[in-house]
Nanobody
Framework: QIQLVESGGGSVQAGGSLRLSCVGS????????MGWFRQAPGKEREGIAT????????YYADSVKGRFTISRDKSKNTVTLQMNSLGPEDTAVYRC?????????????????????WGRGTQVTVSS
């Protein structure tokens, strides 16, 4: 089992930045890939960034490309999401996820179905 805990959410004005972190514990040797997903009220869950832990290969949704950066620290079992140029459309609950089996097509597709372990989420609110 893997436990994931997110931190770093909060409220910010449009144009601002936030940095989310997700720390894994438990069977962390099985954390071969991680991802960030978000869900706004009344909207479907959206995959926004995924990363393959061994080599750092990452993928982004078009909605965040150029503004968000996902990175990992394998020694600390941590993945970070740096979010810049935030807008009201980025308001959502952000959750990190981890998986052991990580085919590239799943990571590139930002599909939640490929992830087995989930954090509880952290709220990000961006005001205009």
């Amino acid at each position: 089992q893997i436990q994931l805990v997110e931190s770093g959410g909060g409220s910010v004005q449009a144009g601002g930045s936030l940095r989310l972190s997700c720390v894994g514990s438990g069977d962390t040797y099985a954390m071969n890939c991680m991802g960030w997903f978000r869900q706004a009220p009344g909207k479907e869950r959206e995959g926004i960034a995924t990363i393959f832990m061994p080599d750092g290969m990452s993928y982004y949704a078009d909605s965040v490309k150029g503004r968000f950066t996902i990175s990992r620290d394998k020694s600390k079992n941590t993945v970070t999401l740096q979010m810049n140029s935030l807008g009201p459309e980025d308001t959502a609950v952000y959750r990190c996820a981890a998986a052991s089996f990580c085919p590239s097509y799943e990571l590139a597709g930002l599909r939640a179905r490929g992830f087995d372990y989930w954090g509880r989420g952290t709220q990000v609110t961006v005001s205009s």
